[in-house]
């Protein structure tokens, strides 16, 4: 499966972007990670292959939902009330098959990632 993330951009606090993952074939877990400039990457949101579960960050629950639209192969991240600590490049990822962790090493065919920055 190849990933595609897209939807970043430059946004001021307190703002909203949605981001988008689209694959090229049908995906089961799927991830979004973050990796902020010197710092490793980072879990962000899951949601299972019916969508009915997802699990979050402590840091973004309230701000952030993901979703996803199975017929269409593709991941949303919607994310609100934006803060400066949210800046950092964002990623979209399958969970491999046997792995059960929100780790990034539970996780492949990592998309090429897109820029989230948030002004102050």
């Known amino acids: 499966v190849q990933l595609q993330a897209s939807g970043g951009g430059l946004v001021q606090v307190g703002g909203s972007l949605r981001l988008s993952c689209a694959a090229s074939?049908?995906?089961?877990?799927n991830g979004w990670f973050r990796q902020a400039p010197g710092q490793e990457r980072e879990f962000v949101a899951v949601?299972?292959?019916?969508?009915?579960?997802?699990y979050y960050v402590d840091s973004v629950k309230g701000r952030f939902t993901i979703s996803r639209d199975n017929a269409k192969n593709t991941v949303f991240l919607q994310m609100n009330s934006l803060k400066p600590e949210d800046t950092a490049v964002y990623y979209c990822?399958?969970?491999?098959?046997?792995?059960?962790?929100?780790?990034?090493?539970?996780?492949?065919?990592w998309g090429q990632g897109t820029q989230v920055t948030v002004s102050s």
């Open positions: 990822a399958a969970r491999m098959k046997g792995r059960s962790s929100w780790s990034p090493a539970d996780f492949g065919s």
């Open positions: 074939d049908a995906m089961g877990w």
């Open positions: 949601i299972g292959w019916s969508g009915s579960s997802t």
